[in-house]
Every structure is written in C-alpha cells, then in structure tokens.
C-alpha cells in the first residue's frame, strides 16, 4: 500500500474516532471560540460543526457561567496546565438533556471535564481543548444513595407514631443544649409532660384509642411549637420538650397554652369521643446542674408535683421539690 494512501486512512480513521468517541471534544481559541466540534457535541447539543465554528461559545450558550468557566480556562492558558471540574462543583458546563435509559429521571446531563492546554510549534497557547464527559449514571447513582441514607437517618431520630424526635435523639439534642448552656450561662427550659388516666384510655378503647390518643397530643404538640424548640417522645406517654432561650415564665406561658389546648379539644375514635388532660412540669437550667439528666429530674419532679396536686394542671420547679 502506498504511503500516501496509508497516511489517508490514517487520517479517515483519526476522523472517524473523534466523531464517534463518547465523550464530547471543543477546541477554543484565546478568544473562547469554536474551533472545534466533535460529533458528541453535535449530537446533544443538535448543532453542527459548521453552525458554531468561529462563534463565541458563551453566545451560543448564554447558560455557561461564563466568570466560573474563566475560572478555570484561564489558568491552563497562562500556566499550560490541565484543569478539572467535576459535576458536585458544577453539575454541568453545557447543559444538554439526559436521554440515559436507567437515569431517565435526570433532568439534564451531569458532566465532568477536563481542560487541556494545545501548544504551537513554538510553545506557546493559543487554544484549549476541553472534554466533557457524561457522568449522569455515575451522579444519580450518588444522590439516590444520598438520598436513601438522609431518609434512613431521619428514621433514626424520629419516633414512628408521633413523628416527634425519638427518646435518643431528643436526649442528644438537650445534652448539646445543656453544653451550649454552661458555656453561655444563658436561660432554657425544659418542659416534661403526659397524659391523665392514660391507663383508662386504654382500657376504654384499647392500644388502638391509646395510639390515637398520642398521635393527637403530638399533632397538638407540633402546632404550638417555635421554631428552635425540640420536642420528643420520651416514653410511653410522656413528652419532652426543650424550650430554647425560654426562662421559667415564657415556659409557663407556652406550657398552659398547650394545656388549654389539649384541654378543649376532642378525639373522635371509633365513632365515639375522648376528652383528656395532660399534667406538666417546667425545669430551667441551673448553674448547679453538673450533668443534663439533673436537668430532666428536676422537670420530671414538677411534673409528678402536678399529678399529685389534682392534674391537668403547670409546676414549675423549685429545689424544695427534692426535698
């Protein structure tokens, strides 16, 4: 074969590579125009090469964040070293559609890529090529895991009939409360409270109506909540809630709202209705509290003062509780 011809087909299959590679291929010049388009481009972006050469590629794509994209070309222009970028800092360059079978549900196509400097004959950068890889199996992939593992830890934490936070999370939470607490000798309260006769409620209507019932302190519960405050299922039917930066008097104020509230409403079960009252006790932190479960004693013993001095009904801690 002649050398001429080797060289043609040489050339043919060099062409015929970068037209049919799957990953997309775009020469700029200093400029940041098209020089070159590769058949990737071509194909998702419906723009032939002739359509964009010699145009300047962020009016073809007003999208480009053109100062990020600087960011990056710039330096391999100056410097003629490689650059990369990857799709959590920039989910894509070009924004294409995603027509992957499996990550159909992709909105676009997530891209890497890498910029590359091309140098003359006498060293010097006048162009950059830069490679845009389709990573969207590769991306969804990661949030779907992202996103499983987020739902797992909020299943972690929460208590599955009340949706409050679980016992261990709301404990962790006061523990992180109670430590903020001895740094800034600032003011939070802690309220603890259940359920009247709770044992009637099951005996009248079973685990069933008992359920209920919890589910409708909770639902109550989360209505009357601030937004800094936490509140958990601490057992049974006993609740907890950390008012933050809340002294003894707006705990009270908070406290005999969500009384009165549960008070006047109604649980309608099994064709049938139940009324109920909680009883309540308040703790603030005190600076001679060594560790937080003092801090849940002393609210778990105003709430038994409650119970025993007639229910539905507020205490406030006092150290002669103890006593």
């Known amino acids: 074969m002649p050398a001429s011809d080797f060289d043609m087909n040489e050339i043919h299959w060099l062409m015929d590579m970068f037209n049919t590679v799957d990953v997309g291929l775009v020469v700029l010049d200093r400029q940041y125009r098209v020089c070159v388009w590769n058949g990737f481009m071509e194909n998702h972006s419906g723009l032939l090469p002739s359509a964009v050469k010699d145009k300047d590629v962020f ?16 330096p391999v222009f100056v410097l003629k070293n490689r650059s990369f970028t990857i799709w959590e800092q920039q989910p894509y360059i070009f924004r294409f559609k995603n027509y992957r079978p499996i990550t159909g549900k992709a909105d676009y196509m997530y891209q890497n890529a890498t910029f590359i400097p ?7 950068v006048g162009h950059i090529c830069v490679i845009i890889y389709d990573v969207t199996d590769e991306a969804m992939n990661k949030l779907e895991l992202e996103k499983v593992n987020k739902t797992l830890e ?11 936070a679980n016992r261990g999370y709301w404990e962790e939470s006061l523990r992180t409360e109670f430590k903020r607490l001895q740094r800034s000798h600032g003011s939070s309260s802690l309220l603890m409270f259940d359920i009247d006769f709770f044992k009637r409620i099951n005996d009248a209507y079973g685990h069933s109506g008992g359920d209920e019932a919890i589910r409708h302190i909770s639902d109550l519960l989360q209505k009357t909540l601030r937004e800094t405050d936490v509140a958990g299922r601490y057992g049974g039917e006993e609740f907890a809630v ?3 930066d809340t002294d003894a008097e707006g705990a009270k104020v908070f406290a005999e709202r969500l009384r009165s509230l549960i008070e006047n409403s ?3 079960y099994d064709n049938k209705e139940i009324k109920l009252t909680v009883s309540l006790g308040i703790a603030c932190c005190d600076d001679n509290f060594e560790k ?27 150290p002669s509780m103890a006593h």
């Open 118 to 124: 091309l140098t003359t004959v006498t060293g010097e």
């Open 154 to 164: 909020k299943m972690s934490r929460t208590d599955s009939l009340t949706k409050l």
């Open 242 to 244: 950390t008012l933050v």
């Open 59 to 74: 009016d073809l794509f007003p999208g480009i964040d053109e100062a990020w994209f600087k960011s990056k070309s710039e």
């Open 292 to 318: 937080y479960e003092q801090w849940i004693e002393a609210a778990d013993t105003a709430l038994y003062h409650s119970k025993e001095n007639g229910r539905n009904t507020v205490t406030v801690y006092d």
């Open 266 to 268: 109604v649980i309608y």
